[in-house]
């Protein structure tokens, strides 16, 4: 079968680091997203994965790591703006996303 | 100017009648897509059109239909809406299903906010 896990809520400090991870079962896979979704806004694109390693793209970063099945995105010099839900989605055998619920990122002064 | 759009933004509506939701996309992508997100905020894949052409179509009730008169349009019509169905309804396109990946980026409407009483 196919499930796809992250944690629920994290809290982090403005300035800080954070790593939200997220682990995955699938038997077919053609990568994996990661979308950030401010409250009551539509998901926008950060980042693509579909080889094992690491992905800089400005203060975030994804990890991919195929044969354990996980990824985490890492998000440096937190600001109050990075304060999202940040959903996981990997795309299967039929090129069909699945969603992860999110993980609801709150950023305290 | 808007990528991917819909409308309307929130819809309030009573049991039993008919509405529909409106999508548009000005990037030329060959796919669309119909998102519900429901308030455990998952994301569930509700149907797909590339080409103009069902490709997905999950077990949604057959209440639910999507319409794409072009492949820059795709309309979600609900019909004899229930409570189960209010939730936050997303369009988004990408452009093709398959094929160079990077380019599978979704791009998502701003979702509409639908409250059946």
């Known amino acids: 079968g196919q499930n796809i896990d992250q944690p629920t809520e994290m809290t982090a400090t403005e300035g800080a680091i954070v790593q939200i991870n997220c682990t995955y079962q699938t038997s077919g896979f053609n990568g994996l997203f990661w979308y950030q979704q401010h409250a009551g806004e539509a998901p926008t694109f950060l980042s693509y994965?579909?080889l094992d390693g690491l992905e800089e793209k400005g203060r975030f970063s994804s990890f991919l790591s195929r044969s354990k099945g996980y990824s985490y995105l890492l998000l440096k010099e937190l600001q109050m703006k990075d304060s999202a839900s940040y959903l996981c989605a990997f795309m299967d055998s039929n090129y069909q996303l699945i969603w992860g619920a999110g993980t609801k990122l709150i950023i305290k002064p | 100017d808007t990528a991917v759009s819909q409308t309307p933004k929130y819809l309030v509506t009573q049991m039993g009648n008919d509405k529909s939701i409106k999508c548009e996309q000005n990037l030329g992508h060959d796919t669309m897509y119909w998102y519900k997100q429901d308030s455990k905020k998952f994301l569930k894949i509700m149907f797909s059109y590339n080409n103009k052409e069902l490709i997905i179509n999950e077990t949604v009730p057959n209440r639910f239909s999507p319409k794409s008169p072009d492949k820059a349009h795709l309309n979600l019509h609900i019909n004899s809406l229930e409570l189960g169905d209010s939730a936050v309804y997303f369009c988004?396109?990408?452009?093709?299903?398959?094929?160079?990946?990077?380019?599978?980026?979704?791009?998502f409407g701003p979702g509409t906010r639908l409250l059946v009483l």
């Open positions: 994965n579909v």
């Open positions: 988004a396109s990408s452009q093709d299903h398959a094929g160079v990946v990077s380019e599978e980026t979704q791009y």
